[in-house]
């Protein structure tokens, strides 16, 4: 396994994929602070909110479906040729941007928390911090899905759905129902982290979606949720004719 990872790293130097990682941080860093110049305690809490309800879905939609477009156009060269199971080598790309998102979610993390530190922020570091592993393991559901989605449908249909799914979070998070729509759930469990609302508000103290107790079974749940989705996902795939 670790093997096909540093080749799906091989495989994707100095291409978009690569460089999108950074990109879309960048992006968020630049909008968050156009929309919070001259206030105080805002910068941080604007560029995660970005992040997590738009921006970060939308990188893994692109870069996922850059990853297939990468497959298509050398007719599955890799998959055809060598001695290993196709879902095996499947599962290793899906690891692969698995650890794109944590790289990401690193960067915004570092950016966010440098920018926070000079423009004033209410976000706890430690938080911040764990935000990022938890945010990567309950957004991995969506790398099987957008995967099946840009092969199958194209880039287009795939944003759509993203956008879909997302706006649909957005909604529903912070109600008693968050932990029955997966999209609603890296929302909801990152607010008690970093104090921030899925609208982009400041929780204030009191709060119930403050409760630290949405933590865990929102992992579990978003995992259970990959898990279904990788199964499936690579079912399709291996019984699938690679053309």
Known sequence: MTNIIRAEF???KRTMSSKLIVVFPIITFVMAFVLTLGMTNAY???AWNWWYVLLL???IA???YLSVIREKKNGYYNIKTLPMEKRK????KIAYLGI???VSNVVLFAGATVGGAILTTSIPVIGAAITVVVLTITELWQIPLFLFLGEKFGMVVELMVCLFINVLGIIVAPSEKWFILVSAISMRVVTPLLHVLPNGLRA???EPLLSSFVILPGILIALAHFMLLTYLYLNW???REVK
Do not use: D, R
Request: proline share 4%; hydrophobic share 50%.
């Open 62 to 64: 692109i870069v996922s």
């Open 100 to 102: 794109l998102v944590l």
């Open 237 to 239: 795939f291996e019984k």
């Open 44 to 46: 941080a809490e604007s």
């Open 10 to 12: 091989l495989k994707s």
């Open 57 to 59: 879905p939308g990188m």
């Open 204 to 206: 204030q103290a009191g």
């Open 89 to 92: 080598l499947m599962f290793g």
